[in-house]
């Protein structure tokens, strides 16, 4: 059973799709968003996917304070200022993942492109404005959010983690190895993040020229990525 | 059978592995050197493993000469001076086969980063440098030098190809899919290179976690990834 979770952005894509999935794999998901008929409307849809599931809603900063582990599924334009609307609402201990893309498209460039970061990555921007003690998980920009959407798509990929502490980059490997078919690999410290980020616009490439959605499976590991005496 | 094809640094880690590979795969192989006695070492070396294979040596500019498909496989400090000595050598319709990478150990730093490129990466560098008429294709920048000099170990990974002309990524594609267990994916144009070639950094990263070499996997393709309409 995974942990409760709760999810910033909810009512986008990749924010809805993972609702679906973790309600599926029978967690509790609170859906956040910046709008409570959003939020409302986001519940129903996950509901007609997961008739089961232990759904909440509510405000972001209401849903960021709800649970330990906070995935923050906006978009990148977005990213700084939603953070900073929740400063009040995070407190130390609490682990944030995020999987927003610095895509160029942003700025109304292409989605094969992305831009610059001053701090190096989305990720590193999140962990600059997060409280102090609150910790920075990167993870989930390789995972279509139209697979996860989908529960009869049968998912059969990676989600590429990175971050500070192997023990928090565990509890969230937890978290996402709980989706049937997805299998998190830990590529490192957070400034990795510079590297997993940019993927998405390479899927999104390969994603053009094979009208697919396509993963990634990383090769050549070993059965047991989390060991639990390492964390 | 493969197309002939010449290594440009041939007697480097993974000059040295692609030569067994293709080889192997009863490719005629160029083995280029900047020595001629480390090009004549290097001829000794891959026959060992490939006492069948069909292995001829040279001097760099000499190699580049001698074959329509060439791989650049120096490291990234080599890349500019290397390719500044090969404008002679190389001719219009010639593929260059860029490897390398802008790792930051490059320069003293951790190869587990990178440094920026004007350009935007190494392999739009060597677009920029080579003569007129040479197409730049990038690839091979997640495979590991170590999984392909051991003709024991199973190579099970894909080839992220980047590229401006499809036919011409379709040509290396057919020279890299004849090595066993390696499969080239169309991930787009040659700016793509810009993702791709950080990709070593983030392999680095994870080998050193699960002391491995790992490979990556793109899932979720069609069977057929280079058609031959479509060239």
Chains 1, 2 share one sequence.
Not at 75 to 81: I, L, S
Not at 113 to 118: E, N
Not at 151 to 159: F, G, I, K, R, Y
């Amino acid at each position: 059973m995974p942990e409760p979770v709760s999810i910033i952005g909810a009512s986008g894509a990749l924010g809805f799709g993972l609702a679906v999935r973790l309600a599926h794999a029978g967690g509790e998901v609170v859906l956040g968003s910046r709008d409570p008929g959003r939020a409302g409307e986001t519940v129903v849809r996950v509901r007609a996917a997961v008739p089961a599931g232990k759904l909440d809603c509510a405000l972001n900063a209401d849903a960021a304070a709800a649970a330990d582990l906070v995935i923050l599924a906006v978009p990148f334009r977005n990213q700084a200022e939603t953070l900073h609307n929740l400063r009040g609402a995070l407190r130390p201990g609490q682990i944030v993942v995020d999987a927003t893309v610095p895509l160029a498209a942003a700025l109304g460039g292409k989605a094969t492109r992305t831009i610059g970061v001053w701090q190096g990555s989305a990720a590193q921007q999140a962990q600059e404005m997060v409280p102090d003690g609150v910790s920075v998980v990167s993870a989930l920009h390789t995972i279509s959010a139209a697979s996860l959407r989908d529960l009869d798509s049968a998912l059969d990929e990676d989600v590429l983690v990175a971050g500070d502490r192997r023990a928090d980059k565990a509890r969230v490997a937890a978290l996402l190895d709980s989706i049937d078919g997805l299998r998190c690999v830990d590529c490192g410290r957070l400034e990795m993040a510079r590297l997993t980020e940019q993927l998405t616009a390479l899927m999104i490439s390969v994603n053009v020229r094979y009208k697919t959605h396509a993963g990634i499976r990383i090769t050549g590991l070993p059965d047991e990525l989390w060991p639990a005496a390492a964390s």
